[in-house]
């Protein structure tokens, strides 16, 4: 017969079981909540210890089995976009088939049917040297962006390729860097700024986006627009 000094002795028990569980589930919270550097496993398991929480810096990131963008698989058309009225004002060579989103006036996004890759071309021209405004776009990426990392840093110069702008040269200042998307995986971009005949204006802004293993053909992407750029009154 269950006395009332065993029963008593039973509940304390269960109570001291719970008040344990309660406890390791607290700390399990505040660590989480302390820098949100943790995980918190819901749920718990009273048949063994709770399974090690992990960083999460350390959780698998999003794997993308397509294959490489190979320079040579992508064609190319004349894209033009500016004046609301005629879409006329900016002209250049942009792959095949991707999708234009007129992102204002002067600038256009263009995105893959598989959504992989990009191209993004602003055409408003900025009061400030090459440098200046590729300086600028580093410091305010590399200071917001996760797992940011600078490939490099390059000056460059292309001859034009239109007849429109026959004798032309552009000058212009490279950014390439990779960065973490939460929801895609490691991500590689192309930074293009690029003046006309080295003045102390930046004409126009060429960004190419895709994986790290798209890098050629990015280039390729980027050196191809940049080339063939028109800018019309």
Do not use: C
Request: hydrophobic residues 40%; proline residues 6%.
């Amino acid at each position: 017969m269950l006395t009332r000094a065993t029963a008593i002795s039973a509940a304390l028990a269960v109570l001291a079981t719970g008040g344990l569980a309660t406890a390791a589930v607290a700390r399990s919270h505040s660590s989480a909540d302390g820098g949100g550097a943790w995980n918190v496993v819901a749920g718990g398991d009273l048949k063994g210890p709770p399974a090690a929480k992990k960083p999460v810096g350390t959780q698998p990131k999003p794997v993308d089995k397509v294959p490489a963008l190979k320079a040579a698989q992508v064609r190319y058309q004349h894209e033009s976009w500016g004046d609301p009225k005629t879409e006329v004002g900016v002209v250049i060579w942009a792959p095949k088939g991707w999708k234009k989103v007129k992102l204002s006036t002067f600038e256009v996004k263009f995105t893959s049917p598989n959504g992989r890759w990009n191209l993004r071309v602003d055409a408003t021209a900025k009061d400030e040297p090459i440098k200046t405004a590729a300086d600028a776009k580093y410091e305010l990426t590399s200071s917001s962006t996760e797992d940011f990392k600078l490939i490099s840093r390059e000056t460059g110069a292309t001859r034009a390729t239109n007849p429109n702008f026959q004798g032309v040269i552009f000058h212009h200042r490279t950014l390439t860097y990779t960065y973490t998307d939460p929801n895609r995986g490691p991500r590689l971009v192309v930074d293009r700024f690029v003046s006309i005949d080295d003045t102390a204006h930046t004409m126009f802004e060429v960004s190419t986006g895709g994986r790290p293993q798209d890098a050629a053909a990015l280039a390729a992407i980027t050196a191809k627009a940049t080339e063939d750029f028109i800018r019309l009154p």
